[in-house]
């Protein structure tokens, strides 16, 4: 008998050393507000690794519920072909990467988006097209525009939007905590001819938030603070952008009833704020280190121990239950086996 109580507790452990449930609770930042501006059209995609993105200068300001951004591109045609190609982003879907810690920006937030070439504005239009890479479009229409280059020749590009920051969720295990999100979305970079020679993050705070309300930054951008106007200065250089160039920002919290919608309409008068903080003489101010935290960083809470409290219980209760069952049947067959021998004595 004492080999089959060993060999149930055997298969006890066996079982309950096996994990019987996927994660359910991937870590990473959801809703977040940001950018995925891939300046690519899925069926012009080959042309794409013919210009090179020689800089990109990518300037944000931060503010309660949402964020106003303006990126500056620096691009070369590295061949000798004339290059006639469109743009483009879907109007409404979601895009998801990071690898490990989730990054999905909810693309119907974009708004307000603009673009020039070289000073002069380009039409943009509305045109169908199909989901790209990581991009799930939830309606076939894109944004989409013409660009063009002569042979080695170079463009700037300025594009401008406003984000919903207000709706992020930050995922650790099986805790989180809602907070205004902003992502910008490098790894959708890779469409262009390898590598980025350098890239420049300007990030300032607006509305009165201040560094106390920054909850955690991408570090791998080696940023620094210039206090008097608020702004977080980080470089990368000479780098093919993947999941783990991301830019992730967490601050400030969210807001009952945001209205997003009111903010959009002072547009005009956010995008010249941002053209002003862009013309600062940035390379020049005096910028100091700065501790920042991991943005995808979540306290534990006791609410948070409960679902998976939970799940360990469904999934090993049956196992349990059954080990338990079969000790109490062993034990009992051995207690019955010991009363038929006395008995039989007597």
Do not use: C
Not at 84 to 109: A, E, R, T
Request: proline share 3%; hydrophobic share 40%; net charge positive.
């Amino acid at each position: 008998m004492t080999k089959s109580i060993k060999m149930v507790f055997f298969l006890f452990i066996v079982a309950t050393s096996i994990k019987v449930w996927p994660n359910v609770s991937q870590p990473g930042v959801w809703n977040a507000g940001g950018t995925l501006y891939t300046m690519l059209y899925p069926s012009d995609s080959l042309t794409f690794k013919k210009v090179q993105m020689k800089e990109e200068r990518i300037y944000v300001q931060l503010y309660k519920g949402y964020a106003v951004v303006k990126g500056t591109y620096f691009l070369q045609n590295t061949t000798q072909e004339t290059l006639n190609f469109k743009m483009g982003y879907p109007l409404n879907g979601i895009y998801s990467g990071g690898g490990w810690h989730l990054n999905q920006v909810k693309i119907d937030l974009l708004s307000k988006f603009k673009i020039r070439s070289n000073d002069v504005w380009i039409h943009i239009i509305e045109q169908q097209n199909e989901d790209y890479g990581k991009i799930n479009s939830l309606n076939e229409n894109w944004k989409v525009w013409q660009m063009n280059f002569l042979p080695k020749e170079s463009k700037i590009l300025n594009v401008y939007f406003i984000v919903n920051t207000n709706y992020g969720t930050v995922v650790n295990g099986y805790n989180s905590k809602r907070t205004n999100a902003f992502i910008y979305l490098l790894e959708s970079g890779n469409v262009w001819k390898n590598p980025i020679d350098l890239g420049r993050f300007y990030i300032q705070l607006m509305d009165g938030l201040t560094t106390k309300n920054v909850h955690g930054i991408s570090k791998n951008f080696e940023f620094k603070f210039n206090h008097e106007n608020r702004i977080f200065y980080g470089t990368k250089s000479n780098f093919i952008p993947t999941t783990s160039d991301n830019l992730v920002i967490t601050y400030f919290k969210n807001i009952n009833q945001f209205d997003y919608d009111k903010k959009v309409e002072e547009a005009e008068e956010l995008f010249t704020t941002i053209d002003q903080m862009s013309e600062l003489p940035l390379n020049s101010l005096s910028y100091e280190e700065i501790l920042t935290n991991d943005p995808y960083h979540v306290d534990n809470t006791f609410l948070g121990y409960i679902p998976f409290v939970l799940t360990s219980f469904i999934t090993y209760a049956p196992f349990v239950i059954i080990s338990i069952a079969m000790v109490i049947f062993i034990w009992g067959f051995i207690k019955w086996k010991k009363i038929l021998v006395t008995n039989k004595e007597l």
